[in-house]
């Protein structure tokens, strides 16, 4: 079954304390990238990849790090967590940098 | 800069009446999506509107573009329970690294 699988689904944290979101794609897809999700904001683009080693930053990119070393996983790195990167998370996959995008579960975040 | 804005952001309706929802948008992009969102669920892709004039139709849902106008709109017919979610519309363009672009989200209730 074609899917985006984000771990972990839920997570509370505390300030400071580095964490790691992980996301895995199994349909060969060049595109990733992450949200996060506001009320009232919709979905804002953290980092986006266009191919393995290829990375760069969306709107939102302060106090987030990525890495694309396997063309399957993108993992979502906040290095020293802050209580305003409380938020809920996606990762999405698309084919090439155009089409409708594969969105992963989510990970509710919340940094106490 | 691209931009979303849809409205309404709250939509309360009776099973069985119409109603639309907009997605007005700031600059040419090249593509549209529509996204349904169940509570506490991922984002599935219900449209991609590609060319001006485009309208899709799946069950009771019909979406098209404008492209002149940088409108589109999702047109909810005799709407049913099931229908309860919030919608998202989102543009993308090459220029912008094809990030996804969201608007802030309709959240649509259906009384019975």
């Known amino acids: 079954e074609a899917q985006v699988t984000q771990n972990p689904r839920y997570l509370i944290t505390v300030t400071g304390k580095k964490l790691t979101v992980t996301c895995s794609q199994n349909m060969n897809h060049e595109y990733m990238s992450w949200y996060r999700q506001d009320p009232g904001l919709g979905l804002r683009q953290i980092y986006y990849?266009?191919?393995?080693?290829?990375?760069d930053k969306g709107d939102v990119p302060e106090g987030y790090k990525v890495s694309r070393k396997e063309k399957r996983n993108f993992p979502l790195i906040l290095e020293l967590p802050s209580p305003n990167q409380t938020s809920l998370y996606f990762c999405?996959?698309?084919?090439?940098?155009?089409?409708?995008?594969?969105f992963g579960q989510g990970t509710r975040l919340t940094v106490v | 800069e691209l931009k979303v804005e849809q409205n309404p952001l709250f939509l309360s309706m009776q099973e069985g009446k119409n109603y639309t929802i907009y997605c007005n948008y700031s600059t040419t992009s090249d593509r549209l999506y529509w996204y349904r969102q169940d509570p506490g669920k991922s984002l599935e892709s219900l449209f991609v509107?590609?060319?001006?004039?485009a309208v899709k139709q799946e069950g009771r849902l019909m979406a098209s573009l404008d492209t002149k106008a940088r409108l589109s709109t999702l047109h909810i017919t005799a709407a049913v329970h099931d229908l309860s979610a919030t919608y998202f519309c989102a543009v993308d363009k090459e220029e912008y690294g094809n990030k996804l672009v969201f608007g802030a989200g309709t959240i649509l209730r259906v009384k019975s």
């Open positions: 999405a996959s698309r084919l090439t940098g155009t089409g409708r995008a594969f």
């Open positions: 509107l590609l060319s001006n004039g």
């Open positions: 990849s266009m191919n393995v080693e290829v990375t």
